[in-house]
T-cell receptor
Framework: DVKVTQSSRYLVKRTGEKVFLECVQD?????MFWYRQDPGLGLRLIYF???????EKGDIPEGYSVSREKKERFSLILESASTNQTSMYLC????????????????FGAGSRLTVL | GNSVTQMEGPVTLSEEAFLTINCTYT??????LFWYVQYPGEGLQLLLK?????DKGSNKGFEATYRKETTSFHLEKGSVQVSDSAVYFC???????????FGTGTRLTIIP
């Protein structure tokens, strides 16, 4: 069963801590995404990557950075966590558009719920 | 830019009722349209999609028709079940664009 795995389901961190959220996919997908989900705001794109070492800012990149050293792994980094980054973080992956059935369909992980105190 | 507007929730229905969740969009190109569903404690999963005007996507008894003239992609189901309780997201992607734009989500609760 193909899947996207997020390493931590629940994290509690303190303001100012550095936080790493890890995501691994086993589908050989080119694209990987980090979204943030908040009530009433839906999903907002933080960053996405279309290839190893490549990244592009999404709609809300401030306060976040990402790393993609291997095709299957995409990490989200909060350099100095703040309380307004308390949220559910969703990782997703997809094939490139135009690559046939299933292209451009996102497969999501189960999410990482981060609380910053 | 692209945007998706969907029906405010929460929506509460009795089992076997008819469901409609409205979704309209704004896009500059020729978007593909999607409905994703998020069951409690899980990530989102694709429910159905349509890639061009007048296409109908369907899955698990749910349907949505891509209406270019009204820029809409409303989700319908003839008879809902308790197991359909979830949050539903409408989304779009421009042709050749990897990124999806999501609506704010509609929480659906079905009571027996």
């Amino acid at each position: 069963d193909v899947k996207v795995t997020q390493s931590s389901r629940y994290l509690v961190k303190r303001t100012g801590e550095k936080v790493f959220l890890e995501c691994v996919q086993d589908m050989d997908h080119e694209n990987m995404f980090w979204y943030r989900q908040d009530p009433g705001l839906g999903l907002r794109l933080i960053y996405f990557s279309y290839d190893v070492k490549m990244k592009e800012k999404g709609d809300i990149p401030e306060g976040y950075s990402v790393s993609r050293e291997k095709k299957e792994r995409f990490s989200l980094i909060l350099e100095s966590a703040s309380t307004n980054q308390t949220s559910m973080y969703l990782c997703a992956s997809s094939k490139n558009p135009g690559q046939g059935i299933g292209a451009n369909v996102l497969t999501f992980g189960a999410g990482s719920r981060l609380t910053v105190l | 830019g692209n945007s998706v507007t969907q029906m405010e929730g929460p929506v509460t229905l009795s089992e076997e009722a008819f469901l409609t969740i409205n979704c309209t969009y704004t896009a500059t190109g020729y978007p593909s349209l999607f409905w994703y569903v998020q069951y409690p404690g899980e990530g989102l999963q694709l429910l159905l999609k349509a890639t061009k005007a007048d296409d109908k996507g369907s899955n698990k008894g749910f349907e949505a028709t891509y209406r270019k003239e009204t820029t809409s992609f409303h989700l319908e189901k003839g008879s809902v079940q308790v197991s359909d309780s979830a949050v539903y997201f409408c989304a779009l992607s421009d042709f050749g664009n990897e990124k999806l734009t999501f609506g704010t989500g509609t929480r659906l609760t079905i009571i027996p």
